[in-house]
């Protein structure tokens, strides 16, 4: 069973910065789809970022596209977010995510991949 492991997060100001990471319990990344979505109390887990099993191409939801990167490391088996110019609307916890099976077309969706971390909450003050 893959695990996923999630840490970084914490309580920052507006404007300020932030990068969460997330340890995958596999030999290499290579060939796994890694993102990030993010989800607050009552409302629908949303799409932050997504890099394809290829890695070539970074997809990022519009609430964050600028400001948010997404990174990873195939051999220490590691994906990171970069959160710049954080906004109280950001507040959320976020949750990392891999598949081995995520067609491009799919990247945006929750429901594609196999493995979820336990999440890191992330509170953005004004």
């Known amino acids: 069973q893959v695990q996923l492991a999630e840490s970084g997060g914490g309580l920052v100001q507006a404007g300020d910065s932030l990068r969460v990471s997330c340890v995958v319990s596999v030999r290499s990344l290579s060939g796994y789809a890694v993102a990030w979505f993010r989800q607050t109390p009552g409302k629908d887990r949303e799409f932050v970022a997504a890099?394809?099993?290829?890695?070539?191409?970074?997809y990022y939801g519009d609430p964050v596209k600028g400001r948010f990167t997404i990174s990873r490391d195939n051999g220490k088996s590691t994906v990171y977010l970069q959160m710049n110019s954080l906004k109280p609307e950001d507040t959320a916890v976020y949750y990392c995510?891999?598949?081995?099976?995520?067609?491009?077309?799919?990247?945006?969706?929750?429901?594609?991949?196999?493995?979820w971390g336990q999440g890191t909450q992330v509170t953005v003050s004004a």
């Open positions: 995510t891999v598949g081995n099976r995520v067609i491009t077309s799919s990247l945006r969706s929750h429901t594609a991949y196999d493995y």
């Open positions: 890099m394809s099993r290829t890695g070539g191409y970074a």
